[in-house]
T-cell receptor
């Protein structure tokens, strides 16, 4: 089955700097890669996703890149702000195949003032 | 409803007790997932329904865990003879039909189970 590895587990960046979180997956058939943000005590919420037919997707300060050959994908947050502090989870699944979404263990992002 | 509703939000059980956790997905969402999230960890897959059919239960940690969705809407996760290692937040999520190519999960707020 699919296995998703995520690193780093904790990341501290100065406000205004960029943050990068990296994930790898094991199943080459996976074709859908969402990222979820979970604030303390709250539910995970989708912030961006990418499908295997594209290599990069951007939404304002957030971008995700995908390297299918290497089976890794990354989340990039630019111009970080205090509200970006949260735990971020990457995930992988086989869309359109009734397949479960497998999550990484998460990255706790701290934005330092 | 407007979102995924879970109840109870908090449950304290003595070891050995049975518990039942309820999930009310977004109206019309075909797919329903249960995840277990231990403190400081990512959501771990438990089981998945498409309508009333349980398509995958490979993540259920033992035969003490049972889930059902008899009418293809509300789902219940039951844990029998609870153990301390069952303490976690149990997250329910729903998504629209996978045939539409939209495997986007909307999570509920979770049920936090503490087993003493």
């Amino acid at each position: 089955g699919e296995n998703v590895e995520q690193h780093p587990s904790t990341l501290s960046v100065q406000e205004g700097d960029s943050a990068v979180i990296k994930c790898t997956y094991s199943d080459s058939a996976s074709n859908y890669f969402p990222w979820y943000k979970q604030e303390l005590g709250k539910r995970p919420q989708l912030i961006i996703d990418i499908r295997s037919n594209v290599g990069e997707k951007k939404d304002q300060r957030i971008a995700v890149t995908l390297n299918k050959t290497a089976k890794h994908f990354s989340l990039h947050i630019t111009e970080t702000q205090p509200e970006d502090s949260a735990v971020y989870f990457c995930a992988a699944s086989q869309e359109n195949r009734d397949d479960k979404i497998i999550f990484g263990k998460g990255t706790r992002l701290h934005i330092l003032p | 409803g407007a979102g995924v509703s879970q109840s109870p939000r908090y449950k304290v059980a003595k070891r050995g007790q049975d518990v039942a956790l309820r999930c009310d997905p977004i109206s019309g969402h075909v797919s329903l997932f249960w995840y277990q999230q231990a403190l400081g960890q990512g959501p771990e897959f438990l089981t998945y329904f498409q309508n009333e059919a349980q398509l995958d239960k490979s993540g259920l940690p033992s035969d003490r865990f049972f889930a059902e969705r008899p009418e293809g809407s509300v789902s219940t996760l039951k844990i029998q003879r609870t153990q301390q290692e069952d303490s976690a937040v149990y997250l329910c999520a729903s998504s629209s039909s996978p045939s539409s190519g939209a495997n986007v999960l909307t999570f509920g707020a979770g049920s936090r189970l503490t087993v003493l």
